[in-house]
Protein backbone atom coordinates (compact mmCIF):
# COMPACT_ATOMS: atom_id res chain seq x y z
CA UNK A 1 0.00 0.00 0.00
CA UNK A 2 1.41 2.99 -0.96
CA UNK A 3 0.53 6.36 0.80
CA UNK A 4 0.77 9.45 -0.94
CA UNK A 5 0.24 13.39 0.55
CA UNK A 6 -0.17 16.05 -1.13
CA UNK A 7 0.44 19.78 -0.11
CA UNK A 8 1.65 23.40 -1.31
CA UNK A 9 -2.46 24.02 -2.38
CA UNK A 10 -3.41 27.39 -1.18
CA UNK A 11 -4.89 30.63 -2.19
CA UNK A 12 -2.64 33.03 -5.20
CA UNK A 13 -3.48 35.69 -7.23
CA UNK A 14 -4.27 35.10 -11.16
CA UNK A 15 -0.83 35.17 -12.78
CA UNK A 16 0.69 33.67 -10.12
CA UNK A 17 2.28 30.52 -9.09
CA UNK A 18 2.43 27.94 -6.79
CA UNK A 19 4.70 24.70 -6.49
CA UNK A 20 2.36 21.43 -5.28
CA UNK A 21 4.62 18.42 -3.64
CA UNK A 22 3.70 14.69 -3.20
CA UNK A 23 4.61 12.46 -1.22
CA UNK A 24 5.13 8.97 -1.02
CA UNK A 25 5.77 6.48 1.52
CA UNK A 26 7.29 3.48 -0.75
CA UNK A 27 10.84 3.00 -1.32
CA UNK A 28 9.73 1.76 -4.34
CA UNK A 29 8.43 4.93 -6.02
CA UNK A 30 10.79 5.15 -9.10
CA UNK A 31 9.13 2.22 -10.36
CA UNK A 32 5.66 4.17 -10.72
CA UNK A 33 4.26 6.75 -13.15
CA UNK A 34 3.68 9.57 -11.49
CA UNK A 35 0.57 12.20 -12.06
CA UNK A 36 -1.02 14.84 -11.54
CA UNK A 37 -5.22 15.38 -11.78
CA UNK A 38 -7.42 18.12 -10.57
CA UNK A 39 -11.66 18.09 -10.70
CA UNK A 40 -13.44 20.94 -10.18
CA UNK A 41 -16.29 21.87 -8.58
CA UNK A 42 -19.34 20.13 -10.57
CA UNK A 43 -16.78 18.85 -13.23
CA UNK A 44 -15.11 15.22 -14.25
CA UNK A 45 -11.72 14.48 -12.55
CA UNK A 46 -9.05 15.56 -15.83
CA UNK A 47 -5.27 14.92 -16.23
CA UNK A 48 -3.09 17.53 -15.63
CA UNK A 49 0.20 15.86 -16.41
CA UNK A 50 2.19 12.72 -15.90
CA UNK A 51 5.83 11.89 -15.48
CA UNK A 52 6.77 8.49 -16.43
CA UNK A 53 9.42 6.36 -14.57
CA UNK A 54 11.43 7.09 -17.34
CA UNK A 55 10.69 10.87 -17.42
CA UNK A 56 8.64 10.97 -20.00
CA UNK A 57 6.64 14.24 -19.30
CA UNK A 58 3.03 14.22 -20.90
CA UNK A 59 0.67 17.52 -20.46
CA UNK A 60 -3.14 18.63 -20.72
CA UNK A 61 -3.66 20.88 -23.41
CA UNK A 62 -4.91 23.74 -20.92
CA UNK A 63 -1.64 23.66 -18.92
CA UNK A 64 0.69 22.93 -21.24
CA UNK A 65 3.92 25.45 -21.49
CA UNK A 66 2.72 27.14 -17.90
CA UNK A 67 3.11 24.00 -15.79
CA UNK A 68 6.08 21.81 -15.46
CA UNK A 69 5.92 18.24 -13.60
CA UNK A 70 9.29 16.81 -11.97
CA UNK A 71 10.50 13.71 -9.63
CA UNK A 72 13.00 13.06 -7.14
CA UNK A 73 13.48 9.66 -6.62
CA UNK A 74 15.60 10.26 -3.90
CA UNK A 75 13.05 12.10 -1.96
CA UNK A 76 10.28 10.17 -2.88
CA UNK A 77 8.38 12.98 -4.62
CA UNK A 78 6.47 14.28 -7.09
CA UNK A 79 6.37 18.04 -7.83
CA UNK A 80 4.02 20.45 -10.09
CA UNK A 81 5.11 23.70 -10.81
CA UNK A 82 2.31 25.91 -11.76
CA UNK A 83 3.09 29.13 -13.35
CA UNK A 84 0.90 31.99 -14.69
CA UNK A 85 -2.16 30.95 -13.20
CA UNK A 86 -5.69 31.41 -14.18
CA UNK A 87 -9.13 31.65 -12.37
CA UNK A 88 -10.26 28.17 -14.44
CA UNK A 89 -7.00 26.77 -12.77
CA UNK A 90 -8.90 26.58 -9.51
CA UNK A 91 -9.67 22.90 -8.04
CA UNK A 92 -8.84 20.00 -6.22
CA UNK A 93 -5.26 18.53 -7.27
CA UNK A 94 -4.53 15.21 -6.13
CA UNK A 95 -1.42 13.47 -6.89
CA UNK A 96 -1.41 9.49 -8.46
CA UNK A 97 0.88 6.51 -8.71
CA UNK A 98 0.60 3.86 -11.14
CA UNK A 99 2.19 0.66 -11.81
CA UNK A 100 0.70 -1.81 -13.56
CA UNK A 101 -2.21 -2.82 -12.04
CA UNK A 102 -1.72 -1.21 -9.13
CA UNK A 103 -3.31 2.75 -8.43
CA UNK A 104 -3.33 5.03 -5.81
CA UNK A 105 -4.53 8.38 -4.99
CA UNK A 106 -3.73 11.16 -2.26
CA UNK A 107 -6.29 13.02 -0.39
CA UNK A 108 -5.93 15.85 -2.39
CA UNK A 109 -4.95 19.74 -1.94
CA UNK A 110 -7.21 22.62 -2.75
CA UNK A 111 -5.37 25.36 -5.56
CA UNK A 112 -7.94 28.52 -5.26
CA UNK A 113 -6.97 31.23 -8.00
CA UNK A 114 -8.91 34.33 -7.59
CA UNK A 115 -8.67 38.46 -7.32
Known amino acids: QVQLVESGGGLVQPGGSLRLSCAAS????????MGWYRQAPGKERELVAV???????RYSYSVKGRFTISRDNAKNTVYLQMNTLKPEDTAVYSC?????????WGQGTQVTVSS
Open 51 to 57: ITRGYSE
Open 26 to 33: ESSFNFFD
Open 96 to 104: NAHWNAYDY
